[in-house]
């Protein structure tokens, strides 16, 4: 089994910035992870996914330029670093792991999850 635990959401202003960590535990061996969020009523969203030695990344086009995806296998923690914030961006933020060889964009891809952390940006 794999444990995430995410943390440093909050409550930004439009423009803001915020770093996002996820912390993985357990005995079970992964590769890449990835980010998602959701928001009321919405399909949870795909944002990004880095690969095991963070050689190899993919960002969701809604995001890119602003959101970068980064880990540090040393401390088992991936992070996700969000700026110039946006009111549309108020999502429940999720971290996720897969033991794939590749990046998916699906969330069925991964088989572990976190338990979210929520992210408001006010106009």
């Known amino acids: 089994q794999v444990q995430l635990v995410e943390s440093g959401g909050g409550s930004v202003q439009a423009g803001g910035s915020l770093r996002l960590s996820c912390a993985a535990s357990?005995?079970?061996?992964?590769?890449?992870m990835g980010w998602f969020r959701q928001a009321p009523g919405i399909e949870r969203e795909f944002l990004a996914a880095?690969?095991?030695?963070?050689?190899?990344?993919n960002v969701a086009n809604s995001v890119k330029g602003r959101f970068t995806i980064s880990r540090d296998n040393a401390k088992n923690t991936m992070y996700l670093q969000m700026s110039n914030l946006k009111p549309e961006d108020t999502a429940v933020y999720y971290c996720?792991?897969?033991?794939?060889?590749?990046?998916?964009?699906?969330?069925?891809?991964?088989?572990?999850w976190g338990q979210g952390t929520q992210v408001t940006v006010s106009s």
């Open positions: 880095i690969s095991l030695r963070g050689t190899s990344t």
């Open positions: 996720a792991a897969t033991h794939i060889g590749v990046l998916p964009t699906s969330p069925r891809g991964y088989p572990y």
């Open positions: 357990g005995r079970a061996s992964t590769t890449g």
